[in-house]
């Protein structure tokens, strides 16, 4: 039996969510939509074998024939939407952020928590890459020694128009953030972020950024964001243990040989290099969603990073260290 | 509406095809089993939702409620059940190889071309492969001027007890005849196979073959088969040209340092190292069945190498270069 | 004509010093030894053709024969030697640190500026790497755009008992910041120290670290020394510019694949992985003392590395981002 | 004291043996030189300090203060002065081929053992790579198992005007058999030569070549020779074992990454690639020649190289599989 999905909000990346279901992995329908684009939402379900289209997300997320939800709106209307989705009890995909406001986070943390099992789920697809996943369990087999540092870099070609310096931390630091913690299993306590000579390429965005996470552990997270670096998409990592190190391997299918020089490709951009990541995770969703739970980063995951990087947002115009103050954690989501 | 698929032979390889089918790929569903061991067919039938067992492979193909026909029976059995489904006019995706014999292959190629229409799709998972996808888009980009040279490695960890020294040819290098004929745009002539030291963990099995194939722009195609090297699943290739050379880059995941040493990981056997192959080709194999057609490697593909692969058996028991004799090309396969 | 040299202080640095000058490079003889261990001196000095043994270090300078000087005596005493050196208008090669104190260092300079010609050489072999060059030539060509941010990694397997939470910054951090300068034609100004986690193999020293170095033209530079990592000696870095980037590639001769992996060697220890570096270095030091000059870096650099590094010391036990308050460059050292 | 070295033939490859000689190494001079061209000799001469100029190559053999003696004359020529250097007693190293007549090798041999020392050293500069040597010590180390086919690829950007398809076997398969010979401590006994569709920038010449060589334990050994390839200097090899096997890692200093791809160098030419190779080579040869004999490939492995690649020649001609006849081998040249 397939499982019934409502998406609110079907612009690029909820029609790319919807490509997936419909088209990538077996086991999901999309039967309604909503969109505050009411002729985009048409448009969107007139090309899917019956979805209705409802004016509302709130209206999609209590349509009956709605198992469970995706929301892939604007990321400030994201938190109505999840708590609407625990308070009918279906299953909910939300898109990064989980909200922009860490109060927001933590009232879905505790609706949640009420509810007494996990319902919702937050698109760090990260954790569904293979080469984290083998990056995690390469520490996990001790082959390493205790991990002390991680290095992370996430460079961007280039970043649109409408892209601001706090993004460098919200959007997309923000992914680093998460990894980390799913790589270290470790919470972070403080941030720093510091702007070097800026690209200028970039314009008026402070870019690049480096970020300095002190995880709990002692564990130093460092991120480097370069957002306008033309090159290519280019994610790299290396965890430092105490023993060894062990870093994300060059990703390229073939290397050609020509003019005094030998090459592999970068990818171009996320949809590339995450495929196979976001393949995974709805494949973990739909089958989660459809017993009923969640899979992957969880509300408390998505509480956590909204935290991290406001904080973050905070000591890029401070220049100072910035305490990441997390509440209490549940036990629903006790590691 | 899902492609209804009926299933000719579920061994281990049929066995992990319907998995594929039915958990992994979205579009089709398995109605029918048939098997040698009813047993088998029985059991497996079981636990999938609503698919008959059938005594018979030709039941299979007849049985109303089936759309396609996969065969993955024991080798000797394909020729029969292909020709059934042409005769059906149903789409058939059959393992490699098509035929053991070359007239079985020449057989179905002459049914098919009669039929009109592309109904067969023989199992050469390499074509759909990423990596050897950009080697051929490298090759046709110019990058490295005209093709001159294809080295091909293929090793095994080790090969089960049944293991002959032909199946080196048959079962081994018929991959990399494929994907060379694929990468090349040609045609294979004549075929000389040398047989080196012997690897003393290959028992009575000539181990290693080191495989050439003249191909008729002239290109030299070097196959080195090692089936017991024990350490991996490792698939090689070049190409070299005229002004420069593309080859398969390296697919560990991560780098490891420890103990002296950077290390990536080799593939344990083929299911790891062309899981995204085979998801691709089988999404290529519904699309296309489900019009009626088909992807990838055709009978005409199936026969050739087929017919090579036994003029390679010749050339190992001779010593001598031997002629690959194809029959006409129908117009159906014209590249 | 060779190159008349005298050593002062022959312990293991200076006595492969010796070796380099006297069995893999031209142009050069050890004609004059000393050492606080006057036994040691003789010992190494049997060894030597016609070397002759004197009590002192300021012997040695003043010593008819002694064309040229090289200085791997206990690093407190170097400023003396140096100085006396310039004093006698000998050029003389410096190990690392120039001088301990930065009035020593500054001291050296302005002895040097009034002698007027450069005598002075500071033993930074990396400026003389092979893949620091080319990573240098790859910057200066506009490959990668302005340089923004440089990661250096540095890595040693062990330290010996003696080492201490400092000498991360004074004895192998030094390395990084010289080579930052010369990789980015920059000088720093501000420096601060973070303490990750403790690696348990360090006992009771801070290990690792990450440095930030600010730079005049605002490029970020991050410095990871790691130095009881057990796997090996291992030298990395990237600078990442507006367009592009440039890394230190892996330095292995061969790829082994054996029992599930591919790998490479990783170096033990700076001898092997800096043999070629320590060559050039003295065969330029040769050439250019010969003349009465000197290559590589300068008193300058060494001054400005002492002052970095004596600022890292302080930012490690202040925890707070130092100044690297230089004092103005004399004419003699314009780039 | 140094080793008094007369150079007979003094082209492009014997002046860079002379600046090697002379300004890289110690322990040699060059004092005695003589060439074809009477002018280009006084020319050379005019540039090394003392060097007397012969109007014959028998007279810097023959003159006192020649204490040993570097062939670097027209390939020809080469046997007359070896001969001519055993009979004087005197070290002699020999650019390859060390004859081009096998019959010439011959009487060097016995000339060589009838002496009863090695005097003689053949310019195989490979053995002394870095590369080659970490490779051998792997295969000894027994990491891959026992060794079972070499694959060996020379590739050159381009080749003189005057290069013809026999030189591809005798200038450049040359090495890869001297080579693989090092590397499999075996002889060869059979070779056969194919020639692949042709490469349209060599014009008249058969390139590329795949040469096939049977060694006397089963071995294969497998040379690609691309010698108008465009895009470098490419010098790749493999040793496939029982368990595993051993490559040449690629030689890049660092990896840019721009526009879409990281890329490492390849060499551009010989010298480039094999600087260190011939200084290795060098400098053993002056330590043995000091002591009065020689290293690394000795005129054994001449004689062999030479009636190696002579049978390949014929086994281009002919297309068939040709015997390499070796004569029996004296007891100087025990393994």
Same mark, same amino acid.
């Given at each position: 039996m397939a499982l019934n999905v409502g998406v609110i909000g079907v612009g690029k990346i909820g029609q790319d969510h919807i490509r997936r279901l419909t088209e990538t992995l077996p086991g999901a329908r999309v039967v309604a939509v909503s969109d505050a684009d009411g002729a985009r939402a048409r448009e969107v379900a007139s090309r899917l074998d019956g979805a209705k289209v409802y004016a509302q997300g709130e209206d999609v997320i209590l349509a009956k024939e709605v198992d469970a939800v995706i929301v892939t709106s604007w990321g400030a209307t994201h938190a109505a939407y999840v708590l609407a989705s625990i308070k009918a009890g279906k299953?909910?995909?939300?898109? &990064?952020? @989980?909200? +922009? &406001?860490? *109060? !927001?986070?933590?009232? =879905?943390v505790d609706a949640e928590a009420a509810f007494g099992r996990r319902l919702v789920q937050v698109g760090f697809m990260r954790r569904f890459d293979p080469q984290y996943q083998a990056m995690k &369990? *390469? =520490?996990?087999? %001790? *082959? =390493? %020694?205790?991990? @002390? =540092?991680?290095?992370s870099v996430h460079r961007n070609a280039s970043v649109p128009a409408h892209y601001t310096g706090e993004m460098a931390l919200t959007d997309t630091a923000v992914h680093d953030i998460d990894i980390a913690r799913f790589l270290l299993d470790d919470e972070p306590f403080a941030i720093a972020v510091r702007a070097p000579r800026r690209n200028r390429r970039a314009g008026d965005v402070a870019d690049p950024l480096v970020t300095l996470i002190d995880m709990r552990s002692g564990a130093l997270v460092v991120i480097e964001t370069s957002v306008q670096i033309a090159y290519g998409y280019d994610i790299r990592g290396e965890v430092v243990g105490e023993? $060894?190190?062990?870093? @994300?391997?060059? +990703?390229? !299918?073939?290397?050609? &040989?020509?003019? $005094?020089a030998y090459f592999g490709c970068v990818p171009g951009d996320w949809p590339e290099r995450f495929d196979r990541a976001f393949d995974a995770e709805f494949r973990a969703w739909i089958a989660a969603a459809a017993k009923g739970g969640a899979a992957g980063s969880s509300a408390w995951d998505g509480y956590v990073a909204t935290a991290a990087t406001l904080a973050g947002v905070k000591a890029l115009s401070t220049g100072a260290r910035e305490p990441i103050k997390l509440r209490e954690r549940p036990a629903l989501y006790a590691l």
């Open positions: 299953p909910v995909f939300c898109e &990064k952020p @989980l909200a +922009t &406001k860490e *109060a !927001d986070c933590s009232a =879905i &369990k *390469a =520490i996990a087999s %001790g *082959a =390493i %020694g205790a991990p @002390l =540092i991680f290095q023993t $060894g190190a062990v870093s @994300l391997a060059e +990703t390229s !299918d073939v290397i050609v &040989k020509r003019e $005094g």
